[in-house]
């Protein structure tokens, strides 16, 4: 069986996001075994912004079959958005944890939703134009 080079690189981003929601998941439990009793939901669940939406999507479009590997941009915006909810998630848990809070928060997920959203639209717009290829090539 051949799997195309695009499908292993896209594979392979995959696997990069499941070592980075195994890393949030230890990173945020030994930060909250130091927190002297302070909970925080964003630190508790730190990791599943890399699992859903990194290693969930580019596993997905790798073992499907007709799914196109996503392009560079939308790559970059994909995972730039899925960067800064992550980081933005963090920061809020470690300021809770601290017992304080910054009104720059928001710009985090904001901006992460607007990278992902953007990303999104990027790919759909690869998809339409690998379709509209194969289609010229009938």
Known sequence: MYISEDKKKTMRCGWIYLGVAAFALLFGT?????SHGVFSWHMAFLFVFPLIGGALPYMTAA?????????SLSACLWNSGIAA??????VQGVLEIYGTTSPYLPLFYVAGGVFCALGAAAYIRDIRTCRKRINDEI
């Open 63 to 71: 073992i499907l079959r007709g799914a196109p590997a996503p392009g």
């Open 85 to 90: 909810l992550t980081v933005g998630s963090c």
């Open 30 to 34: 030994v930060y909250e075994q130091f």
